[in-house]
């Protein structure tokens, strides 16, 4: 009995100083930054480039593309806009021109990093139209996979470099364009 009141007189003894010490063991709560800037966000677009057509129905060539589109941003990988883009005077066979027209609907995968450049990749999906002088128009499903970087210039405005593959699905044989652009992006 002797022990035992000297064991318990003991852990009494020592009991203040072990709940000292599980006390600074506690970690305080972590510093964390909370982030204020907002990912999402409405935006336009402007491309200008050139675009290499490929075309079994008559010769391949290039010629300028121009593009403009209203996107959205949902978060810092995922962003969607609808593009019209033109490309045209394509010298398709003597004293013959083609150009084409398509509006599609894209969706945009960006890898966010913490550099400068954001490399992405994306599909579209609407319509084309193909102006073939002296044969005829044509118009039919268009899908569009696209590939680029693009570079923040300032928190609202951001270079874009990429290439897009095109094709306008018409009877005959589809147009398929190869182009190669630059162009800017405005977020609001």
């Known amino acids: 009995m002797k022990i035992l009141k000297h064991i318990l007189l003991a852990s009494f003894a020592v009991f203040p100083f072990a709940a000292a010490a599980h006390a600074a063991d506690v970690d305080p709560a972590p510093n964390v930054a909370v982030d204020d800037t907002e990912v999402t966000s409405f935006y336009l677009r402007g491309d200008l480039g050139w675009s290499f057509l490929e075309w079994s129905g008559g010769d391949d060539d290039s ?30 066979a003597p004293g013959a021109d083609m150009s084409t027209t398509t509006v599609l609907g894209n969706l945009y995968f960006d890898w966010a990093n ?27 499903l268009a899908y569009g996979l696209t590939a680029g970087v693009s570079m923040g210039l300032t928190d609202n405005i951001d270079l874009d470099v990429g290439y897009r593959f095109r094709d306008i699905m018409i009877s005959g044989s589809d147009p398929q364009e190869h182009v190669v652009s630059a162009g800017v992006r405005f977020n609001f």
């Open 63 to 92: 010629a300028v593309s121009l593009g403009g589109g209203v996107g959205y941003q949902f978060n810092e990988n995922m962003r969607a806009d609808i593009t019209a883009d033109w490309a045209g005077d394509y010298n398709v």
């Open 114 to 140: 913490e550099s400068a450049f954001t490399p992405y990749v994306g599909a579209g999906l609407g319509y084309g139209w193909v102006d073939d002088a002296p044969s005829g128009d044509d118009s039919g």
